[in-house]
């Protein structure tokens, strides 16, 4: 075996001092190596493949040595994989139950006998794959699904080319459904082969290994590195990639203007059965594939790894319409694409009918996760954005399987049997089935306006919580890139996008409007909360104070949500608007007529809105704070001092003040009106419009009568 450490096509990331300090500890090399795998995306994707080693531990019965595998449990990321996420099984019981292997036709019920060899009874669930491992004896085994292998196990001469290009060290196994009879034929190969390095699975993907942690990384690199060098010197020689282009994609800022104003529309028809968050990208990859004259031949083939599949759908749907389409007229384009959808939808069904099993589940979403644009980009749709945007790098990487599979040979996809029993195996259902209940705002797209603090960030913060992802937006970009920094070590990188905006300004308006289309398909929930305080008497104020008032809780609000509502007509799913206003809209007060009476505008500009807007199914509601003086901006600026002079007291004794007037003698925190705001949107409300809801302390001047 080679020792090299020099790779053009994947990333050698071993450090011999790091793992020095494992030296001895099996299960810590295999963690070691598994994050590495991970870490390099040309190697597996996310989620994807499967990892092990095999070592000698002490029975916890009989004190005796005994061999024990570790493999990667069912679920989880090589890329983060702990050992909480390892699955440790005795082998000599693994491989005795093919004792009672009753046949193909019953291997799924093998599943549930892989619990009467787990070693450690607090590792994790043994995956599907487990067998793949227990039956090849190598102390450290490798399961990758790394697109260059992937190209030449889905070629239609990938057998002939891996052993050619191998000279016989990598062996061949036809496709199989991953499961016990897998791990029989990859022994069966072994046996048959003896001395090979690796084994090829065909459509599939790649088992290498070694007799230590290292020498199974190496080989591992060394057999992928390969196969990427055979891909690269064959490109072109048949001709131009994917037979050349056909269409010509539009300037980087014009294919971003275009899939903004095209996701909403596709979110909505894609949305028919529940919400969807989506996912856009223009990769160069991406672009190649969908210009191509080869788009419409290999596009409904579908993909071939059952990663990739499981995730993408059985293909993608590609829409007809022309890079630069004139998409202003709304309804004229889902008139044009309304077709193509039901095209789909009717393709998918019959593709269940013609393929289910007297017991397969019943029916699941018949739209399509992949959209592709030639010209624009790739669109991505499930359930939240960490799985839709793990469907878009997995069907980017069905596409360089295609480009390398289509180089050497001509690509082939799974069968249609085989891909529905894959995409409907009762144990991928028995998994969904345990998966957690949605929380009540997952398919949600919230942008509250002033979120980078206070009572925006509150709110911002309950909606990821309970499910939703946010745009956080703020004037000020410094203030916004640490809220930025703090949700993504809260809830991670999926949960939020940033927008810079005034909403003052309606070149920043769309813009984040744009964002909240490009990061997640549009939006459906508006906060607008953006605001700002001037406490002076009527001789003290100036046409600058009142203007600005006036601009920032008035029109600011309105136009936010004008632009929003445009967003959420082009869905047609409904959606939430919440304005939050103030218990000034309701009270008279000393040395506040211009934030009182536009506080008062506010709402009654609610009230409008709601009486418009019913009918397209967009709730717009109020909240009304009081006094919320924690990290609010409108109290670093001089309203403290304004308020505090009008009651004749100090700054440091308003907090109190504010609460011995209520009638519930309460301090009110922006956490309090994230409550509120989630109770109007979390499901319980949903029948409810032009409403408004107090979150004061109980201030009776402010009942509404």
Not at 274 to 299: C, K, Q, W, Y
Not at 309 to 327: A, G, M, Q
Not at 362 to 382: C, E, H, K, M, Q
Not at 394 to 404: L, P
Request: with cysteine.
């Amino acid at each position: 075996m080679s020792t090299t450490k020099q790779f053009k096509h994947v990333s050698y990331l071993w450090d011999d001092a790091e793992a020095a300090k494992l030296a001895g500890d099996e299960v810590a090399l295999l963690i070691y190596r598994s994050n590495l795998l991970g870490a390099d995306l040309r190697l597996t994707n996310y989620g994807g493949g499967n990892t092990s080693c095999k070592a000698m531990a002490k029975d916890p019965l009989t004190g005796k040595d005994t061999e024990v595998m570790w493999v990667k449990g069912s679920g989880g990321d090589l890329g983060t994989l702990k050992a909480s996420g390892l699955a440790a099984l005795y082998v000599d019981r693994l491989r005795s139950l093919k004792n009672i292997y009753r046949g193909v036709e019953h291997e799924d019920e093998m599943v549930e006998l892989f619990n009467h060899c787990i070693f450690d009874l607090s590792s994790k669930a043994p995956s599907i794959d487990t067998p793949l491992h227990g039956f090849l004896p190598f102390a450290h085994i490798d399961h990758l699904h790394p697109d260059a292998a992937i190209a030449i196990a889905a070629a239609k001469d990938g057998k002939k080319i891996t052993k050619e290009l191998f000279n016989g060290q990598i062996g061949w196994v036809e496709w199989k459904k991953p499961g016990f009879e897998l791990g029989l034929q990859l022994k069966a190969c072994l046996d048959e082969n003896p001395g090979i390095r690796g084994i090829m699975l065909g459509s599939h993907g790649l088992f290498t290994w070694g007799d230590t942690a290292y020498e199974s990384y190496i080989n591992t690199l060394e057999v992928i590195e390969k196969c990427a060098e055979y891909l690269e010197a064959n490109y072109g020689k048949k001709g131009p990639v994917f037979g050349g282009q056909k269409v010509t994609s539009l300037a980087e800022a014009d294919r971003k203007k275009q899939a903004a104003a095209i996701a909403p529309i596709l979110r909505g028809f894609t949305s028919s059965q529940r919400n969807m968050i989506g996912h856009f990208t223009d990769d160069p990859r991406v672009l190649e594939f969908i210009n191509s004259n080869d788009l419409d031949r290999l596009a409904p083939l579908g993909t071939s790894c059952p990663d990739h599949f499981l995730r993408t759908k059985i293909s993608p749907l590609v829409l007809d319409l022309k890079p630069n389409e004139d998409l202003s007229d709304v309804q004229a384009i889902k008139d044009r694409l309304a077709p193509a959808f039901e095209a789909y939808r009717k393709m998918y069904t019959e593709y269940y009918e013609t393929c289910k099993h007297p017991n397969s589940p019943a029916i699941r979403d018949t739209n399509p996760v992949i959209i592709l644009y030639p010209g624009v980009g790739l669109f991505s749709f499930s359930k939240d954005k960490q799985t839709t945007r793990v469907a878009a790098e997995f069907y980017t990487n069905a596409i360089n399987v295609m480009k390398g599979a289509e180089a050497i040979s001509e690509y082939t996809s799974l069968p249609r049997q085989e891909a529905f029993n894959i995409e409907y195996w009762l144990l991928e259902e028995a998994k969904l089935s345990r998966m957690p209940k949605p929380k009540a705002l997952s398919g949600r797209i919230a942008l509250i306006t002033g979120s980078a603090g206070g009572i925006g960030k509150a709110i911002a913060k309950k909606f990821v919580e309970e499910g939703a992802v946010v745009i956080l937006n703020d004037m000020n970009a410094e203030r916004l890139e640490s809220a930025g920094e703090e949700f993504k070590k809260l809830y991670g990188k999926d949960s939020y996008a940033t927008a810079v905006m005034d909403v003052t300004k309606e070149d920043q308006i769309l813009a984040a409007m744009e964002t909240a289309a490009l990061a997640f398909g549009g939006v459906d929930l508006i906060v607008n909360n953006a605001g700002l305080s001037i406490s002076k008497t009527i001789g003290d104020h100036t046409e600058k104070d009142w203007d600005l008032l006036y601009d920032v809780l008035v029109k600011g609000q309105f136009f936010v949500t004008q632009a929003a509502v445009a967003v959420m007509k082009k869905q047609a799913i409904g959606g939430d608007v919440i304005n939050i206003v103030s218990k000034n809209s309701l009270v008279s007060g000393p040395n506040n007529a211009g934030y009182g009476s536009a506080k008062a505008a506010q709402l009654h500009l609610s009230r409008l809105n709601a009486a418009e807007l019913g009918a397209d199914k967009i709730r717009v509601n109020v909240v009304n704070p009081d006094a919320v003086i924690s990290d609010s901006n409108i109290w670093a600026g001089g309203w403290a001092e304004g308020r505090a002079k009008a009651y004749g007291i100090t700054v440091a004794e308003l907090p109190a003040y504010y609460a011995k007037r209520t009638l519930l003698n309460e301090i009110i925190l922006p956490d309090d009106i994230a409550n509120a705001c989630f109770a109007f949107t979390g499901g319980l409300l949903s029948k409810s419009t032009g409403n408004m809801l107090n979150v004061d302390g109980g201030v009776a001047m402010a009942f509404a009568r």
